[in-house]
């Protein structure tokens, strides 16, 4: 019997066998260990996430949902709410309003690069992109420099689930609790000095004249620095060991570093740190003959639409000139992801400077460590060495 | 399946049958149709899915909304009266016909 279970440590190190059979033979799949359905296929995908009033984000959208996140932040609430919080946040993340950013992150990109000159062999993740990722983060949300260390720590284990009793377990939720109290701290610091960023504009927001409920604030900004730390720490990784695995695409990107952005997109398809969020049925809704109940939870496997042939010709092959728009890497319509561009442009000039210290170089492992989440997708260590 | 047309930079016109429920941009996307970046994935938050609105059913179209409004003030190309983002078009039977000129520059 087909079984689909997304604690397993098989599928976290590789769901694409799975997801083929889901979209082939299952296309509206339950699976009894993730207690919902799972929609694998790119059209069904994308029609989910335009009908937000039936596949709903207000009872959360975190495979495995942390506790009282449901309703407080924008990825778990519904139009016209959602709208309105976003519309108070979404003015930071655009892309014109980064650019001041560039500098600053090349200068942190290249301090952590020039560390790896003359060594042949290093840990990608500890000596560059998780610290180049909490750098970049805190400079984006105007976080205090000093705790970087322990907010990559615990943005790294709130996302994580345990794989046997298929929930968060005590240190998840102890890392979750850990970062409100940071982020209430920061909230405190802004309120007393407001300083015009992100954070202490949101601590003051009003929606319709009303002050946001203090459970918003915290949150949302809680889940701003989980949702940047983690899903740009992952796919930093993802990406270069996409770049490692792929000689041919390696050296493109590397003579000219324009294909950057390309590659970029390819691997979001590919395979994007992101795999599978959820929603909740407000409707009975019958699809490919199976009725799934209004309460029912649906998994929208983002990573599983990415390599739908009726989307993506040859989805399996790593092509670079693909250029493949439409992808999910990012999931799509009101939810989104908010980050877009600050993580294209936080990979691509971290891998810019990367690339001038260290322009070949393979991976040392064939098996790799992979992290255990239902919901995102990234090996935990990826040694490199030069080629 | 709802008939829209779209016209590329480069005067291609594209005749595409589009799916009731997705948004104009998500239909040009995923068929391919040149010019339309996107880069925000349909949150509205990029203007970067621009196109003029043409024909008699153009007149049809919902009003946009605010955040809709707010977010054309980016848009690259000119603006004109006729500008929309098109991830904020929803397609509908009663949209059926509806020309979509994608602007010549998104960002
Ligand atoms: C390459 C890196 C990233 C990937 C692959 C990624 C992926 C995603 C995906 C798939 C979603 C949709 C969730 C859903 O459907 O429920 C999302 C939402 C979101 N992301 Fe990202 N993300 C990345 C980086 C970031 C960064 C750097 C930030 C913030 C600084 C961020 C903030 C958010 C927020 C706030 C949402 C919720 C948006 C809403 O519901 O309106 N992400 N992201
Ligand atoms: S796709 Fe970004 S505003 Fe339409």
Request: with cysteine; proline share 5%.
């Amino acid at each position: 019997m087909f079984v689909f279970d997304p604690y397993s440590p098989a599928i976290d190190a590789d769901p694409f066998p799975a997801y083929r059979r889901l979209r082939d033979e299952f296309p509206c799949f339950w699976s009894p260990e993730a207690g919902m359905w799972v929609l694998s296929r790119h059209a069904d995908i994308v029609t989910a996430l335009n009908d937000w009033q039936t596949y709903s984000s207000a009872k959360g959208n975190l495979m495995t949902e942390l506790p009282n996140r449901a309703g407080a932040t924008l990825g778990t609430t519904d139009p016209p709410r959602h709208d309105r919080l976003r519309g108070l946040i979404q003015h930071a993340f655009m892309k014109r309003n980064l650019e001041t950013l560039a500098e600053p992150i090349r200068a942190i990109a290249a301090e952590l690069a020039a560390e790896l000159a003359g060594r042949d062999r290093f840990d990608y993740i500890g000596d560059f992109s998780s610290k180049f990722t909490v750098r970049v983060l805190f400079a984006v949300l105007g976080l205090p420099m000093g705790d970087e260390a322990t907010v990559r720590e615990k943005a790294v284990l709130m996302v994580q689930s345990d794989p046997v009793t298929r929930t968060k377990g005590p240190e998840h939720i102890a890392a979750y609790e850990w970062m409100q109290a940071y982020a209430a701290r920061i909230i405190a610091l802004r309120r007393a000095e407001p300083c015009g960023d992100l954070i202490s504009l949101l601590s003051s927001a009003e929606i319709d004249g009303d002050r946001l409920e203090e459970r918003e604030v915290l949150l949302t900004i809680t889940t701003l620095i989980m949702a940047g730390v983690e899903s740009l720490a992952g796919f930093l990784v993802m990406f270069a060991l996409n770049l490692a695995d792929h000689a041919e695409a390696r050296r493109a990107v590397v003579a000219d570093p324009a294909l950057l952005a390309d590659a970029i997109e390819e691997s979001l398809r590919y395979n994007t740190s992101a795999q599978r969020f959820r929603r909740c049925l407000t409707r009975d809704v019958t699809l490919h003959g199976e009725t799934m109940k209004a309460g029912d939870f649906v998994c929208l496997a983002y990573g599983a639409g990415n390599r739908d042939e009726r989307q993506f010709p040859n989805p399996d092959v790593y092509d670079i000139g693909r250029k493949p728009r439409g992808h999910l890497g990012f999931g799509g319509s009101v939810h989104a992801c908010l980050g877009t561009a600050i993580a294209r442009m936080a990979v691509r000039i971290g891998m810019e400077e990367l690339h001038r210290v260290v322009p070949d170089y393979a991976r040392v492992e064939t098996d790799l460590p992979w992290m255990p989440s239902s919901t995102f997708r990234s090996p935990t260590r990826l040694d490199l060495v030069r080629a | 399946m709802v008939k829209l047309t779209f016209i590329e930079p480069s005067g291609a016109e594209v005749a595409i049958e589009a799916q009731e429920g997705w948004s104009a941009m998500q239909v040009a996307t995923s068929k391919g149709v040149e010019g339309i970046d996107a880069e925000c994935g349909g949150s509205c938050a990029c203007a970067t899915c621009h196109c003029y609105v043409e024909g008699d059913v153009a007149a049809r179209l919902p009003a946009p909304l605010d955040g809709e409004l707010a977010m054309l003030d980016n848009v690259a190309a000119e603006r004109r009266p006729n500008s929309r983002l098109s991830c904020q078009i929803k397609v509908t039977p009663e949209i059926e016909g509806l020309i979509l000129r994608v602007a010549e520059v998104q960002s």
